[in-house]
Every structure is written in C-alpha cells, then in structure tokens.
C-alpha cells in the first residue's frame, strides 16, 4: 500500500489472469426414447436395456408398415360433381 501511495514500484509482480479452460460437456441423446445421458456408462447401459430395445422394435415396425404400404389401398375419389352437391345440402 505504502509504495502505490508513494509512488515507489511494488515489491512483488501483480497476479497474471488465468483464462479457464472451455469445459466442454459431451452428451448422448437417444433419438428412439427422447433421453440425453450425460455419462457414457448410463448411456451404454440404456442402449442395453430391454425399454430402449422394445421402443426400437416398435418404432421400426411403424416405420416399416408406413413405408409398405399395399399397392391395392383403395383411395376415395368423389368426383366434383358429387361433393358440390354435397356442400351446398
């Protein structure tokens, strides 16, 4: 205190700033159950449980029964003169 109030050069060198170093967090997302794991080991774990694999098996079975379709899926065509009487009762 002394040598700034007289000043005379301080005594010992100022504290340089240490930048902290980014903490980078890596997680694991399970896009099937909607779930963010933070550690590894749970993430592992879930992807072994029998819940994700159930959810997998169902979800790929959706998909798969949206994507082979059968091509004899009948599909309503009301021709325009049918539902113009329709609308107007």
């Known amino acids: 205190m002394r ?14 700033q240490q930048l902290k170093e980014e903490v980078v967090k890596v997680t694991n997302h399970c896009a099937v159950c909607d779930r963010v794991f933070v550690q590894l080991s749970q993430w592992k774990d879930h992807m072994a449980s029998n819940t994700h694999k159930r959810r997998a098996n169902s979800k790929r079975k959706k998909e798969k029964a949206l994507i082979t379709l059968p091509e004899s899926v009948p599909t309503a065509v009301i021709p325009q003169s049918s539902w113009a009487s329709t609308i107007s009762g």
Do not use: H, I, K
């Open 3 to 16: 040598s700034a109030v007289n000043g005379e050069p301080y005594p010992t060198q100022p504290l340089t």
